[in-house]
């Protein structure tokens, strides 16, 4: 199966528990999820009905912070994460975003793939740099990129 043999849908306030599910078992932060902007999420299903992706952004002014992209392990490969960081990227701009920042242990060649490039903690801009990811939901070793859209 590809990424084109899944729904994308909003994320809605009933799908936090398998989200969760799904970002645990990625070795993802949640501790803030409850806090996000709903609509600014969006969750793939299988045939199904089962979450096999998640991505999301949060908004800070003309900037946003990438977060919370995953994918289930038997999924992996399809193309699904590129297919929902691509649809996220098209929100945002729509809403007004001009460029992504992302904070991330594992996936740092993977989003130098999409066009990401390494930035400094320093270099990113205040409002993204006081979001509780780069505060203290990331650890310092975390390799930080970031993306004009």
Known sequence: MSATNCE???LRAED??????????CGLPTDDLVAVNLEDFE???DAGGH???LAGFDRAGSDALLRSL??????????LGEALVAR????????????FYLLTTSAADYFRRLGYRDVTRVDVPSAIA??????????????CLAKRL
């Open 130 to 143: 006081a979001h509780a990811q780069f505060r203290s939901l990331c650890p310092a070793s975390a390799t």
């Open 88 to 99: 996220r990227a098209a929100a945002a701009r729509l809403a007004g975003v001009s460029a």
């Open 43 to 45: 969750l793939a299903e």
């Open 8 to 10: 994308f849908r909003a």
């Open 51 to 53: 979450i096999v992706g």
């Open 16 to 25: 936090l528990p398998g989200v969760i599910s799904l970002l645990k078992a």
């Open 70 to 79: 995953a994918v289930a392990p038997d999924w992996r490969g399809r193309g």
